[in-house]
């Protein structure tokens, strides 16, 4: 493993991650947000809070770059398109449909949740493929 390039890797989809996440959640998922306001914390605890969501995208990112890196095939592109799809599907599924069952959400949201997840597995899955370099 290229040490140097898996630690860059780590840190370029770490912020793609945390931008990807807000354009999904703090733009496009918004208004579903406020409509079910109810169901969720008060808007100052969470701010409280936030720094667990930077500490587990911290910890989710160095194990989805880890796991890319050790299966690498070195196949381009699609490789990370693969990775990140099946890496998506993997994780958000689960997170997406648990919470359905668990919470009081409408299964728009539970979708919504399910394929923005995938989608930005597969972004970050396409970075990685472009931006980490093996040990020569």
Same mark, same amino acid.
């Given at each position: 493993?290229?040490?140097?390039?898996?630690?860059?890797?780590?840190?370029?989809?770490?912020?793609?991650?945390? +931008?990807? @996440?807000?354009?999904?959640?703090?733009?496009?998922?918004?208004?579903? /947000?406020?409509? &079910?306001?109810?169901? *969720?914390?008060?808007?100052?605890?969470?701010?409280?809070?936030?720094?667990?969501?930077?500490?587990?995208?911290?910890?989710?990112?160095?194990?989805?770059?880890?796991?890319? +890196?050790? @299966?690498?095939?070195?196949?381009?592109?699609?490789?990370?398109?693969? /990775?990140?799809? &099946?890496?998506?599907? *993997?994780?958000?599924?689960?997170?997406?449909?648990?919470?359905?069952?668990?919470?009081?959400?409408?299964?728009?949201?539970?979708?919504?949740?399910?394929?923005?997840?995938?989608?930005?597995?597969?972004?970050?899955?396409?970075?990685?493929?472009?931006?980490?370099?093996?040990?020569?």
């Amino acid at each position: 493993m290229n040490t140097k390039s898996f630690a860059i890797t780590v840190v370029v989809l770490y912020v793609l991650q945390q +931008v990807l @996440g807000y354009l999904m959640h703090q733009v496009w998922l918004t208004p579903v /947000y406020e409509e &079910l306001a109810a169901v *969720f914390r008060p808007r100052a605890e969470m701010d409280q809070m936030l720094w667990i969501f930077f500490a587990t995208s911290a910890v989710w990112v160095l194990v989805f770059t880890y796991i890319f +890196v050790r @299966g690498r095939e070195g196949k381009g592109i699609m490789e990370g398109v693969r /990775y990140g799809a &099946l890496m998506g599907l *993997f994780y958000n599924l689960t997170i997406a449909y648990d919470s359905y069952v668990i919470y009081p959400i409408t299964s728009s949201l539970a979708l919504k949740w399910f394929l923005g997840g995938i989608a930005i597995s597969i972004i970050l899955g396409v970075v990685a493929s472009l931006v980490y370099k093996p040990s020569n």
